[in-house]
T-cell receptor
Framework: KQEVTQIPAALSVPEGENLVLNCSFT??????LQWFRQDPGKGLTSLLL?????REQTSGRLNASLDKSSGRSTLYIAASQPGDSATYLC???????????FGAGTQVVVTP | GAVVSQHPSWVICKSGTSVKIECRSL??????MFWYRQFPKQSLMLMAT?????????EQGVEKDKFLINHASLTLSTLTVTSAHPEDSSFYIC??????????FGQGTRLTVV
């Protein structure tokens, strides 16, 4: 059974520092991996999607890498801002229908 | 990105009543939608996979007679919580997958059963 783990569970950094969020999964047979952001009491906002054949994806200050063979993905957020404070979730797609298996998330606080 | 709209965003109901939650894909067709449940400070747990024109597939431990799912069109799936009880209080979120494989989520529905 696929298990997704996110480390650390919580992270607090001063504004301007770079953020590094880790995600690991136990079964490398994935279709893709997706990073999401969730604000308190809200739904999920898709940040980056990495297909299983890709090594990384970039969008603005965000960069995500994928090493499928070792079961790891890392989300980098450059020059963090207070508005980046949220919970970040990674999820892997485990079947052709698009079923997602989520990690528990990393709660990020960026202090001014 | 694609837009998934979920309604209502919050609802309070009395114990024993039923509540319907709607999930719409606004600018794309979704043959498959997913329903998740999230408890406070926990991650999302998949409840069921909703397929247009056929019966939903429920995850182990999810009561299909309690959580009725209907996916009558390519842009609408509904989740009905029947005979709701306080333990059904939770945050329910739907998602749909775009053509590129990316999952898009609704805003979520906060259900409180009193």
């Amino acid at each position: 059974k696929q298990e997704v783990t996110q480390i650390p569970a919580a992270l607090s950094v001063p504004e301007g520092e770079n953020l590094v969020l880790n995600c690991s999964f136990t079964d490398s047979a994935i279709y893709n991996l997706q990073w999401f952001r969730q604000d308190p009491g809200k739904g999920l906002t898709s940040l980056l999607l990495i297909q299983s054949s890709q090594r990384e994806q970039t969008s603005g200050r965000l960069n995500a890498s994928l090493d499928k063979s070792s079961g790891r993905s890392t989300l980098y957020i450059a020059a963090s801002q207070p508005g980046d404070s949220a919970t970040y979730l990674c999820a892997v797609t485990t079947d052709s229908w698009g079923k997602l298996q989520f990690g528990a998330g990393t709660q990020v606080v960026v202090t001014p | 990105g694609a837009v998934v709209s979920q309604h209502p965003s919050w609802v309070i109901c009395k114990s024993g009543t039923s509540v319907k939650i709607e999930c719409r894909s606004l600018d794309f067709q979704a043959t498959t939608m997913f329903w998740y449940r999230q408890f406070p400070k926990q991650s999302l747990m998949l409840m069921a996979t909703s397929n247009e024109g056929s019966k939903a597939t429920y995850e182990q431990g999810v009561e299909k007679d309690k959580f009725l799912i209907n996916h009558a069109s390519l842009t609408l799936s509904t989740l009905t919580v029947t005979s709701a009880h306080p333990e059904d209080s939770s945050f329910y979120i739907c998602s749909a997958r775009g053509t590129g494989g990316e999952a898009f989520f609704g805003q979520g529905t906060r259900l409180t059963v009193v």
